[in-house]
């Protein structure tokens, strides 16, 4: 595959990024249209020549054409079971279709599986593939600028339950993840503004060089510059694939952890809104990171002016970065108790990511009820 890979390197602009975990190792291949490339990439990986495309409509509408002709240039046999968009997707009702549809279309141990979209594709994607006859092989190919950087690169893979969001899972590594800056092209640009709050934060919890990065480049990648698009990804890819490898399974409190920074706050907010379009999970994450810089600037452990550069950076490119001004007017009381709920609750403590200013996250669970209470009602609660 190296030979393949660097070959294909040297006569295309595409970049490999491999992660070595304790018991896999897989590269992430970003460039600009490297979908049409698909097959031949991804050719020396398969057991058998014969794929299961699990895709999201909207994209197979789009993008399905030109994937499937690049596993036609190679001989790779295929079935497309397509997925209708939106969270509402990754859910028990779904897992049980796609996994009965791949049982019944005859796959086999050495079939690999192909998640075509976004993070909600890609997660019930290797949900299905962690399962299914105990595990079988997938790929990502994920295209949402989120799922490009965050969500098919790590393994965690699942599902939703009416308990609460991603509360079923494994953690199960894809065998390669491809990038191609080129299908962004046809994002709605809210989404891809919501992706971008992602790579935000990765420079916001432990690389200071990268927010710099972002403050000085962030309009150029929400009007989507590929080469930039490109440099984003890789960092912020780079960034992720440095924490997973220290904390392949989220036990230890200064690893995984930290990735959720702005994430608790963003869930809750999440859970308020519903999921159904008035707020994209990026764009809670950027509001719930703003939260959280507000919130330890009011406690006196993160410089007044590290928030200020946050808000502003959030602000300048078009996320949201207050309560105020949501689309709906949003209860204290009710954001308290979805939090309670939230999964990261320990021996019924909040775990917190919290920040001593920009770069510089780290966990606690010393957050009282009434500093939270003080923070959403001084937001706009
Ligand atoms: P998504 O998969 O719902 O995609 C967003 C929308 O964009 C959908 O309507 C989709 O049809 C459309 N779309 C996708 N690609 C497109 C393209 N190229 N052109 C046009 N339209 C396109 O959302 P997402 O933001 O990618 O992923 C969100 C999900 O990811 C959530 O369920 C979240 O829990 C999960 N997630 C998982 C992890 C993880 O580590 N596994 C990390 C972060 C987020
Ligand atoms: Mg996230």
Known sequence: INLVISAL?????????????????????????????????????LKQKK????ADQTVADLHLD?????????HVNYEVILLPPGEKTKSFQYYEKVTQTLLEKGVERNSTILAFG???????????????????PFIQI?????????????????????????????????????????????????????????????????????FKWCEKNGKKIISKEHACLAKAIEMACQFKARVI??????????????????????????????????????????????LIFKLCTQMGICPEKDTQRV?????????????????????????LNHLKHDKKSQNNKITFILVNGIGKAFTSQDVSEKQLYNLLIEDGC
């Open 311 to 335: 808000i502003h950076h959030f602000e300048s490119v078009n996320l949201p970065v207050t309560i105020k001004r949501l689309p709906q007017p949003i209860r204290a009381s009710n954001l």
């Open 118 to 136: 976004g993070g909600v594709t890609g997660d019930l994607a290797g949900f299905s593939a962690a399962t299914v006859l105990r595990g079988v």
């Open 51 to 54: 794929v299961f495309i699990l």
């Open 142 to 210: 994920p295209t949402t600028l989120l799922s490009q950087v965050d969500s098919s690169v790590g393994g965690k893979t699942g599902i939703n339950t009416s308990v609460g969001k991603n509360l079923l899972g494994a953690f199960y590594q894809p065998e390669a993840v491809l990038a191609d800056t080129k299908i962004l092209d046809t994002l709605p640009q809210r989404e891809l503004q919501a992706g971008y709050a992602e790579i935000v934060k990765a420079g916001l919890i432990n690389d200071p060089e990268l």
């Open 9 to 45: 390197e040297n006569s295309s602009k595409m970049h490999i990024l491999p992660i070595t975990l304790s018991k896999n190792h897989y590269d992430v291949i970003i460039g600009s249209d490297i979908l049409q490339q698909c097959g031949t990439l991804i050719l020396p990986l």
């Open 66 to 74: 030109k994937l499937i002709h690049s596993l036609d240039l190679v």
């Open 245 to 290: 490898q220290n904390d392949e399974y989220e036990q230890q409190s200064t690893g995984r952890n930290l990735l959720n920074l702005g994430h608790s706050l963003g869930h809750t907010l999440e859970a308020e809104l519903g999921y159904d379009g008035r707020l994209l999970h990026g764009e809670a994450v950027a509001l719930g990171c703003c």
